[in-house]
Structure formats: C-alpha cells, structure tokens
C-alpha cells in the first residue's frame, strides 16, 4: 500500500515562514513525479508546486512565485515546500501528491495519484 504523510503545517503571522514536509512509502519514489496542492473550503484543489523525478523540472503557480521552493530527497524518500513571506491568501489545507502530472506547463493530477491526508496553514493578518 502506498503512504502519503505531509507535516509541518502551523499557524504563522503574514510575512513568517513554514516548511512543509512528506514522506512517501510503498512506492518507488525516485521515480514519481511529485506535487504540493493546496485546497480552501469550498474550492478546488489547486497546484502549488511539483517536482519531477529528477529534479529537472519545477512548477510554480504564479502567485508563490519567488516565495515558495520545491525540492526533494530521494534517499530519504521525502519532498518538502519552504514557504516565505508567507500571505493570508496562503492560507488553506496543503496536500501533498505522489504521482502528480505535468499537463503542458501546467501541473495536475491522475485518478491514480497518491494523496496525503493535508496539513493546515494558516497565515494570520
């Protein structure tokens, strides 16, 4: 079975920094492309940022641009999203995505992809 478990969200004030954790296990990591996705009450999950297998390739939806990063380690089976200067419209339940997909430019997901179960940030005013 495949196991997606994201940490370190938390509650921080407008401008402070999280870093968002998630360790995969019961697939073959090096091999996945991997995304962070973001969902508010009501809305639908959107792409934040995703990771190729070999790192070649990064996505970052407009609005994070220069303030979040992407990154991963094989060897420990673990992606991470260092978020700076973080804003009140960060605010939301952030998943993280085992199997994500590019489409064009852009990054999604597949009926197959893998998700954790969400960690809550929340950036006060």
């Known amino acids: 079975q495949v196991q997606v478990m994201e940490s370190g969200g938390g509650l921080v004030v407008a401008g402070g920094s999280l870093n968002l954790s998630c360790k995969v296990t019961?697939?073959?990591?090096?091999?996945?492309?991997l995304g962070w996705f973001r969902q508010i009450s009501g809305d639908e999950r959107e792409a934040v940022s995703c990771i190729n297998w070999n790192s070649a390739r990064t996505y970052y939806v407009d609005s994070v641009k220069g303030r979040f990063t992407i990154s991963r380690d094989n060897d420990k089976s673990t992606l991470y999203l260092q978020m700076n200067s973080l804003r009140p419209e960060d605010t939301a339940v952030y998943f993280c995505?085992?199997?994500?997909?590019?489409?064009?430019?852009?990054?999604?997901?597949?009926?197959?992809?893998?998700w954790g179960q969400g960690t809550q940030v929340t950036v006060s005013a």
């Open positions: 019961g697939l073959r990591f090096g091999g996945q492309n």
């Open positions: 995505a085992a199997g994500a997909r590019y489409l064009g430019d852009q990054c999604s997901y597949f009926s197959s992809t893998a």
